[in-house]
């Protein structure tokens, strides 16, 4: 296929080389992108480096090395802000996105009355979905459901059916990790508020895959991790929008997140110091700040544009193969490089293991949205999801294995 994308198939080939995973794995395809990404040598150096040459607590030395490990911290945070439309303090490093949704949902307890409503989607990844039924539990609020059509689209008309008087929040997945397909977010955030409530999104997936203006969105919250970036584990981001982030209370306390303490009383740093208690993770957030420099020199639309093309390809193939039942829609716009699927008769788990057999690594089982497949009718899927720097010939090998399962199987 012709294409103007930056990311043809030999720079492609060249950049992988920035992947020391992907030298070091020649043989594997590796198809589990959405639970975690692989990182390019300049994230892993600024690990080393970080450790080797500038360790030392940032935000507490008086000494040259601590203002430096200061300043790169610092500097961390505002290209975070940048990369998503943000402001500098309204950004919240984490330890990824499950603590920035359980933190939201924290944050919410005095917000969130008895009646009041909490809109979630059927789409949910556990992560932004156990806080908020935590949430309604302790303070007797209803958690509502927004339904998806059957190809798992969130309608804006959806949304409208469940959004009451007593709407206080609404907490939704960016990109599900089951059928990628975003969500129309800028409707989305103006249907709800107009209704005086929250949006929480849940970036976790979406940030990887489309580039994302949260101002520009107008939401309220987002939260993301850094490991689905091309970053480090153990690092993550809570944009917390600022009037709402000078309103919710800190959920940790302790060192380096006050002002003033006496006895029996403290009063808070400013934010987003207040939201950080404690040893920060330095390191993470400066190699965060790498893979997005990474990102940003490959281009979101660019890697967007890479992802659709390769979608595009894995589907038509998926398709032509009779057993393979697709979960979600047929168009290759809708997926966003993630395509969850069964085969008759063969279960997930078994489809998954002959991949892995022939050195292809996917994702069986729900994927932490067992709410998504009981909607589907499946216990299980096996999800393929795929980065800018897999390839063609990856796919190629990815159908040719899977035409084989259902024979291995002992099916026709
Ligand atoms: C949509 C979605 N939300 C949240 C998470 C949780 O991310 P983490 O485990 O990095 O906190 C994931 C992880 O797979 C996800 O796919």
Known sequence: METKNILRDEVVLRRRGDFPFLSTHPELVYFDNAATTQKPQSVLWSQQNWYQNLNS??????????????????RARALVASFIGANTDE??????????LNFLALMQTANCQKGDEILVSVLEHHANLLPWQELARRNGARLVYIEPDENGF?????????????????ALTGMSN????????KHISQLIHKNNALFFVDGAQL??????????????ALSFSGHKLYGPMGIGVLYLRRQLAEQV????????????????????????????????????????????????????????????????????????LPAVQILGSANASDHCGLVSFNLADVHAHDVATILASEGIAVRAGHHCAAVLHQFFGVP?????????????????????????????????
């Not at 607590?57 to 610092?74: C, F, H, I, V, W």
């Not at 489309?210 to 309220?220: E, M, W």
């Not at 020199?297 to 998926?318: C, F, K, V």
């Open 57 to 74: 607590n940032p935000l507490r030395g008086m000494y040259d090395l601590s203002a430096k490990a200061t300043a790169q911290y610092e």
């Open 91 to 100: 950004i919240i490093f984490t330890s990824g996105a499950t603590m920035g």
């Open 154 to 170: 969130l309608s804006v008309d959806a949304l409208t059916r469940q959004m009451s008087t007593r709407t206080k929040i609404v």
């Open 178 to 185: 089951v059928v990628g397909n975003p969500p129309a977010l």
């Open 207 to 220: 940030i990887a895959h489309q580039a994302i203006n949260v101002h520009a969105l107008d939401i309220d």
């Open 249 to 320: 209370p800190p959920i940790f306390v302790g060192g380096e997140m006050i002002s003033e303490v006496t006895r029996d009383h403290f009063t808070l740093a400013p934010i987003p110091q207040r939201f950080e208690a404690g040893t920060v993770n330095a390191a993470g957030a400066v190699g965060l700040a790498k893979a997005i420099e990474y990102v940003q020199e490959l281009g979101m639309n660019n890697i967007a544009a890479r992802e659709q093309e390769l979608t595009m390809y894995l589907l038509q193939q998926m398709q032509s």
């Open 380 to 412: 299980a899927s096996v999800r393929v999801s795929l980065s800018w720097y897999n390839t063609r010939g990856e796919i190629d090998k990815f159908i040719r294995v899977l035409a084989t399962v259902r024979g291995r199987m002992g099916y026709e």
